[in-house]
């Protein structure tokens, strides 16, 4: 069965830092273009940052861009998402997908992780 498990979310004061994890099982992410999305409580889902197949290319939302990191390990069959000076507004579900494909998209994503709560909060 092919799935993607986040892990590393948690509460975390604002200013900190977190680093999710995305592993991929029953299939190799090394063919797939990578990405990082998030949902808050009554908004909608918003695309992060995108990693290609290669990892060549990177690109983020206007809103983490110098804050998060977009990273993967393919022999680790694994993508990071580093995220630095974290505020309140940064609580949400992160979910990672894979979309097999070489390049970043906005949509067309064949696989979903379940989430990870990331919580912002003194």
């Known amino acids: 069965q092919r799935q993607l498990v986040e892990s ?10 977190l680093r ?7 299939f190799t992410l090394e063919s797939y273009a990578m990405a990082w999305f998030r949902q808050a409580p009554g908004k909608e889902r918003e695309g992060l940052s995108c990693i290609s197949r290669s990892g060549r290319s990177v690109n983020y939302a206007d ?4 804050l998060f990191t977009i990273s993967r390990d393919n ?3 694994i993508v990071y998402l580093q995220m630095n000076s974290l505020k309140p507004g940064d609580t949400a579900i992160y979910y990672c997908a894979a979309a097999r ?6 949509s067309g994503y064949d696989y ?3 989430g990870t709560q990331v919580t912002v909060s003194s």
């Open 8 to 17: 590393g979310g948690g509460l975390v004061q604002p200013g900190g830092s």
């Open 20 to 26: 999710l994890s995305c592993a991929a099982s029953g």
């Open 63 to 66: 809103s983490v861009k110098g």
């Open 75 to 77: 022999a680790k069959n």
């Open 101 to 106: 494909r070489s390049f970043c998209a906005s």
């Open 112 to 114: 979903w992780g379940q």
